[in-house]
């Protein structure tokens, strides 16, 4: 009897936990990652900046150019990816960091990439210039050059559009050429804002 006591005492408690391992486990949602973002020409040229004055204390832009990425949403003076060749002066060399949202083709690394060193040879037509000059982002560059293209934008609804910041012989100031098409070799319409005022300087189409 007094096994059967002992028993029947047991019995609640097995229930109780067989109970207990049955209940839902409660777990934790894991957030989920951001979705990758365009950023603008300045936003990206601060994210590579810091990397080339580590590779040349002298390192100066000598191009700005925006990359459009199939996996990145484009934006109105945003881009997936961009590539700043940044020359040295005093070395006479030249190295092309990129700054990309994702993993792409092209050699385009997600974050900043420094390419091979380059020997630099002066061009004609353009030359670096002073980071203190970029004074207006691609952003603002395409709202001036969209104000102005409202005609060509509605006949070409769609089209890609590409930045490039230089500084050449053609305007004083460093400027940002606002480029409809897959590349400037292939487009029929751009046009140039000057990168340190803002100032519209020319349409080419």
């Known amino acids: 009897m007094q096994s059967l006591t002992s028993l029947a005492g047991l019995c609640p408690l097995l229930f109780l936990l067989a109970s207990c391992s049955d209940a839902p486990k409660v777990t934790e949602e894991k957030p989920r990652p951001k979705p990758p973002v365009a950023l603008t020409g300045r936003q990206a040229f601060q994210q590579m900046y810091p990397q080339a004055r580590g590779w040349a204390p002298d390192a100066e832009p000598l191009e700005i150019r925006s990359v459009n990425l199939a996996q990145v949403k484009a934006e109105p003076g945003k881009a997936g990816a961009w590539q700043v060749v940044f020359v040295s002066p005093t070395r006479g060399k030249a190295k092309t960091y990129t700054y990309s949202s994702v ?103």
């Open 103 to 205: 993993e792409s083709d092209g050699n385009l690394h997600q974050g900043v990439f420094g390419g091979l060193e380059e020997t630099y040879t002066a061009r004609g037509d353009e030359s670096p210039f002073s980071i203190v000059a970029i004074k207006v982002d691609s952003d603002e560059a395409y709202q001036t050059a969209a104000a102005r293209s409202s005609e060509y934008m509605k006949k070409n609804p769609g089209k890609p559009v590409i930045f490039l910041m230089t500084q050449n012989r053609r305007f004083p100031d460093v400027t940002w050429r606002v480029i409809w098409g897959d590349s400037v070799g292939t487009s029929d319409y751009s046009v140039f804002v000057d990168g340190t005022t803002g100032k519209l300087l020319q349409i080419m189409h």
